[in-house]
């Protein structure tokens, strides 16, 4: 069975700080990770993920993230909060390979202010 | 290109009634997913086609919902005598190759 949990239901930065939103995942076999960003009222758009090439992985709006198998953690990070970067995020975990349902994260609300 | 689309974009209904949600997948997308997202929390698999066909229905909460996808392109997910549990936003995704999916804008269900 595979599981997601995001320590820190809520935080929150300064315009121009360092982001770091925290995930962890269980898994029995080699997975797939992916953030995404949900803004209100939307859907959920992809982030980024990691599907077994490089270890750090590069999204879009200057997000990136590392995969760390030896502390089973896939923490999103950007150098300098925006305030567009108010949103809710979710961490998905995956199996690898094939067409398989995500398991999210119950996600994080990061506010950014001025 | 065309994102997923899902309509109505909300719904109400009552108690007991019937409804229908209905998600236009990317073209071309042979994988089809259903999630279901509770206020507060993150989104939980329902359904997964690939092709017509259900390949996964495991997340399916009670037999009150059921899903299709006829011509293996545009899916209906439909859940009979609501309650007032099933209020929620339903999200739709679709996948070319299995490791990305893309979602939809959401039908946001409220059952009163």
């Known amino acids: 069975a595979q599981s997601v949990t995001q320590l820190g239901s809520h935080v929150s930065v300064s315009e121009g700080a360092l982001v770091l939103l925290r995930c962890n995942y269980s898994s029995s076999v080699p997975p797939y990770l992916f953030w995404y960003v949900q803004y209100p009222n939307q859907g959920l758009q992809l982030l980024l993920k990691?599907?077994?090439?490089?270890?750090l992985v590069k999204g879009i709006n200057g997000f990136e993230a590392e995969f760390k198998k030896s502390e089973t953690s896939f923490h999103l990070t950007k150098p300098s909060a925006h305030m567009s970067d108010a949103a809710e995020y979710f961490c998905a975990v995956t199996v690898s390979g094939g067409y398989n349902k995500l398991i999210f994260g119950a996600g994080t609300r990061l506010a950014v202010h001025p | 290109g065309a994102g997923v689309s899902q309509t109505p974009s909300n719904k109400v209904t009552e108690k007991g009634k019937y409804v229908e949600l209905r998600c236009d997948p990317i073209s071309g997308h042979t994988a089809l997913y259903w999630y279901r997202q509770s206020l507060g929390q993150g989104p939980e698999f329902l359904i997964y086609?690939?092709?017509?066909?259900?390949?996964?229905d495991s997340g399916l909460p009670n037999d009150r919902f059921f899903a299709v996808r006829p011509e293996g392109s545009v899916s209906t997910l439909k859940i009979q005598r609501t309650e007032r549990g099933d209020s929620a936003v339903y999200l739709c995704?679709?996948?070319?190759?299995?490791?990305?999916?893309?979602f939809g804008p959401g039908t946001r269900l409220t059952v009163l």
């Open positions: 990691y599907t077994s090439a490089a270890t």
């Open positions: 995704a679709s996948s070319a190759d299995g490791d990305t999916q893309y």
């Open positions: 086609f690939q092709g017509t066909g259900a390949a996964d």
